[in-house]
């Protein structure tokens, strides 16, 4: 049993980092279709997006397959369908209903967004196009739940997977067929683009009915050993499901609602600077499109990779296995951080023919992604501090952390960006991340008895060693310089290649001499030697 759930936790972890590699590869080519005016439509539609899905969504598949699994275990699997049956068409409806709000509140969306004069009814374009995906993405997330709480992950990732894969072809297609082949407009085409994440989600629903035909039998066959003694109402149903979830959608909207705060004053502050309006959108797609692509990807792998550990923070916590509890959290902060950290220094310093490779060459986009970057660490001690809190049932707390963070946000992020622009932004963020992180972490502290003794000592080892890695790579950086231009995209690949290549080694190597790396990482990593020592 033991087994099936770690490789069931595997594949899902793995679907989702996949599907999130791919969701954010995509935006090289896109941007070469639309340009810089294309991608500021698109994040204006898209972070109002991510909030609906969010709220509609968020926690919804871990909800039900809690929910599911509990009850399996007692063998009353009647539950888990009277759930199903009733929950899916409640998502069709709360779906329909989020489609609807989202639909007609655009005027007030593409408002709030302050878009440059005669942009309004382009902005309100591409929300409409993409709130047509709300109908079906959580009705699809209720049937993903069903499915994990039967410890079946595979219809998930596979479906997260199709979906993406879908949703990107019909965006690149769809964007380009309408610019090169249909004389379109950069409006129509961004209208294309975010209506794909309806197709998408169709895709991705389309994949979980295979399964369901296919394991439908299997599944009937459970209702025959049902033992029937509990009737559990659709009213206590859904206050059980409401309890799982909530916590998961303050923590999915978190990153969303920090964009859209950008979204709703960046424009107007730096405008109120002198700023003219075209320059003021430039910056604003820059921050919350373009360059938060590219941060994102270390967070989510980072973050992927230790929230693996958190059921197992779970099991010590419940134990009241102290001892445990303290080396899974010990774990948990020092993966994540010795994955982040590197990435969020080399993105950083690589920043000219990182954004140069995605996108083009700019002056501006290199200053803001060098000063985005490292909140990537935030970002991700965030994710798992949160994740904890839920570990250790103290989920409530994510609430607080994050209402603190977004007031702290609202209040700076004006004055900041009129003090330094783009970069006041970031700083902003930085600061609003960091005041709900400090909470996170006095409530682990306080409910679960942690000492973060170990994790300061291993912190500060981790970030010497990135300092290693930082002054290597920038040597050898700056010697390519002599030879290769940042202006140039291919010129630019290879400077990334070859400086993250000598960053990545000299920063490993050091792990691996002073022990760090297995200690953290155990066994794996002495297999992977073994294997390189056969090789060599």
């Given at each position: 049993?033991?087994?099936?759930?770690?490789?069931?936790?595997?594949?899902?972890?793995?679907?989702?980092?996949?599907?999130?590699?791919?969701?954010?590869?995509?935006?090289?080519?896109?941007?070469?279709?639309?340009?810089?005016?294309?991608?500021?439509?698109?994040?204006?539609?898209?972070?109002?997006?991510?909030?609906?899905?969010?709220?509609?969504?968020?926690?919804?598949?871990?909800?039900?397959?809690?929910?599911?699994?509990?009850?399996?275990?007692?063998?009353?699997?009647?539950?888990?369908?009277?759930?199903?049956?009733?929950?899916?068409?409640?998502?069709?409806?709360?779906?329909?209903?989020?489609?609807?709000?989202?639909?007609?509140?655009?005027?007030?969306?593409?408002?709030?967004?302050?878009?440059?004069?005669?942009?309004?009814?382009?902005?309100?374009?591409?929300?409409?196009?993409?709130?047509?995906?709300?109908?079906?993405?959580?009705?699809?997330?209720?049937?993903?739940?069903?499915?994990?709480?039967?410890?079946?992950?595979?219809?998930?990732?596979?479906?997260?997977?199709?979906?993406?894969?879908?949703?990107?072809?019909?965006?690149?297609?769809?964007?380009?067929?309408?610019?090169?082949?249909?004389?379109?407009?950069?409006?129509?085409?961004?209208?294309?683009?975010?209506?794909?994440?309806?197709?998408?989600?169709?895709?991705?629903?389309?994949?979980?009915?295979?399964?369901?035909?296919?394991?439908?039998?299997?599944?009937?066959?459970?209702?025959?050993?049902?033992?029937?003694?509990?009737?559990?109402?659709?009213?206590?149903?859904?206050?059980?499901?409401?309890?799982?979830?909530?916590?998961?959608v303050f923590v999915g909207i978190a990153n969303p609602l920090f964009q859209?705060?950008?979204?709703?004053?960046?424009?107007?502050?730096?405008?109120?600077?002198?700023?003219?309006?075209?320059?003021?959108?430039?910056?604003?797609?820059?921050?919350?499109?373009?360059?938060?692509?590219i941060v994102i990807i270390p967070v989510s792998l980072a973050t992927a990779?230790?929230?693996?550990?958190?059921?197992?923070?779970?099991?010590?916590?419940?134990?009241?296995?102290?001892?445990?509890l303290n080396h899974q959290l010990n774990q948990t902060f020092q993966v994540?951080?010795?994955?982040?950290?590197?990435?969020?220094?080399?993105?950083?310093?690589?920043?000219?023919?990182?954004?140069?490779?995605?996108?083009?060459?700019?002056?501006?986009?290199?200053?803001?992604?060098?000063?985005?970057?490292?909140?990537?660490?935030?970002?991700?001690?965030?994710?798992?501090?949160?994740?904890?809190?839920?570990?250790?049932?103290?989920?409530?707390?994510?609430?607080?952390?994050?209402?603190?963070?977004?007031?702290?946000?609202?209040?700076?992020?004006?004055?900041?960006?009129?003090?330094?622009?783009?970069?006041?932004?970031?700083?902003?963020?930085?600061?609003?991340?960091?005041?709900?992180?400090?909470?996170?972490?006095?409530?682990?502290?306080?409910?679960?008895?942690?000492?973060?003794?170990?994790?300061?000592?291993?912190?500060?080892?981790?970030?010497?060693?990135?300092?290693?890695?930082?002054?290597?790579?920038?040597?050898?950086?700056?010697?390519?310089?002599?030879?290769?231009?940042?202006?140039?995209?291919?010129?630019?690949?290879?400077?990334?290649?070859?400086?993250?290549?000598?960053?990545?080694?000299?920063?490993?190597?050091?792990?691996?001499?002073?022990?760090?790396?297995?200690?953290?990482?155990?066994?794996?990593?002495?297999?992977?030697?073994?294997?390189?020592?056969?090789?060599?």
């Amino acid at each position: 049993m033991q087994s099936k759930l770690l490789r069931g936790t595997f594949i899902l972890t793995f679907g989702t980092i996949l599907s999130k590699v791919i969701g954010l590869i995509y935006v090289i080519p896109f941007y070469q279709i639309v340009g810089k005016y294309g991608t500021q439509l698109y994040s204006y539609s898209y972070v109002p997006y991510t909030i609906f899905i969010s709220i509609a969504t968020a926690g919804v598949p871990l909800a039900v397959s809690k929910f599911i699994a509990k009850y399996n275990a007692l063998e009353e699997y009647a539950v888990g369908r009277k759930l199903f049956k009733s929950g899916l068409v409640v998502m069709l409806l709360t779906g329909f209903a989020a489609f609807l709000v989202m639909y007609f509140a655009a005027p007030l969306l593409a408002g709030l967004s302050h878009p440059g004069k005669g942009q309004m009814a382009n902005v309100i374009t591409v929300i409409r196009a993409v709130s047509f995906a709300l109908i079906v993405v959580p009705f699809m997330s209720l049937i993903r739940g069903y499915f994990q709480g039967h410890q079946s992950m595979g219809p998930s990732a596979v479906s997260q997977v199709v979906e993406q894969i879908v949703r990107i072809v019909f965006t690149l297609a769809g964007a380009y067929i309408v610019l090169k082949f249909l004389n379109g407009t950069i409006v129509s085409a961004v209208s294309v683009a975010t209506f794909a994440a309806f197709i998408g989600a169709i895709g991705g629903l389309a994949v979980l009915f295979w399964y369901w035909f296919k394991r439908k039998s299997y599944l009937n066959e459970l209702l025959e050993h049902d033992k029937g003694t509990i009737n559990v109402s659709l009213k206590d149903i859904y206050k059980e499901i409401f309890i799982y979830a909530a916590p998961f959608v303050f923590v999915g909207i978190a990153n969303p609602l920090f964009q859209f705060i950008d979204q709703i004053t960046m424009t107007r502050a730096m405008m109120d600077v002198g700023i003219n309006q075209k320059l003021a959108d430039t910056a604003f797609g820059i921050l919350n499109f373009e360059s938060h692509k590219i941060v994102i990807i270390p967070v989510s792998l980072a973050t992927a990779f230790s929230l693996t550990l958190v059921p197992s923070i779970t099991k010590a916590f419940v134990e009241n296995d102290r001892k445990n509890l303290n080396h899974q959290l010990n774990q948990t902060f020092q993966v994540m951080l010795y994955l982040t950290l590197p990435a969020a220094i080399g993105l950083s310093l690589l920043a000219e023919p990182v954004y140069t490779a995605f996108y083009e060459h700019d002056s501006l986009g290199t200053q803001v992604l060098a000063a985005y970057a490292p909140v990537a660490i935030l970002f991700s001690l965030y994710s798992v501090t949160a994740a904890i809190l839920q570990g250790i049932n103290e989920q409530r707390f994510t609430i607080l952390s994050l209402l603190v963070g977004l007031l702290l946000k609202l209040a700076l992020n004006m004055p900041l960006i009129k003090m330094f622009e783009t970069r006041g932004a970031v700083l902003a963020t930085a600061l609003g991340y960091t005041a709900a992180i400090v909470i996170n972490l006095i409530v682990i502290k306080s409910f679960s008895g942690y000492r973060y003794l170990l994790v300061w000592r291993r912190s500060l080892l981790i970030f010497i060693f990135a300092g290693l890695m930082w002054g290597g790579t920038e040597i050898v950086y700056k010697l390519l310089l002599l030879f290769l231009s940042p202006a140039s995209k291919g010129q630019s690949v290879l400077l990334i290649l070859i400086s993250a290549g000598v960053g990545a080694v000299i920063y490993f190597y050091v792990g691996l001499k002073s022990g760090l790396v297995n200690r953290l990482f155990g066994n794996r990593v002495d297999r992977i030697k073994q294997k390189l020592r056969l090789r060599f």
